[in-house]
């Protein structure tokens, strides 16, 4: 995760866990940040998914190797089972919560000019 994306996320967090929440500016200007940075996350993604598809790919031909047939249910559940998956499902779901964020930010941003 960038760092800068990390920062605004975690000021965002502190401020709902104060229940307090920031000025219009402040959540446009965040909006902007991360509607910039999101790209950076999406390109983050896409290695992680390829690498998950590598990573199932050498498991269908390790299974072909040791005489077996592939079985594709298999490999995709010992996928799922790595550390890499999990990884690349946790930036799924921040890459929704960025998109979700820029969207709000968007519908103060208009309900208040």
Known sequence: MNPRTQEILGGLMNLVKEKKSPPVEIW???AQ???ILL??????LAELNQQVAIKKLGILNAQ??????????????????????KNMRKHEALIKTVIELVRIAKKRGTETY
């Open 28 to 30: 446009l200007r965040y």
């Open 64 to 85: 072909v190797e040791d005489g077996g047939k592939k079985n594709v249910s298999s490999a995709e559940i010992e996928v799922e089972a790595s550390d890499l998956y």
């Open 33 to 35: 940040d991360l509607t």
């Open 39 to 44: 790209l950076d996350e999406e390109e983050e």
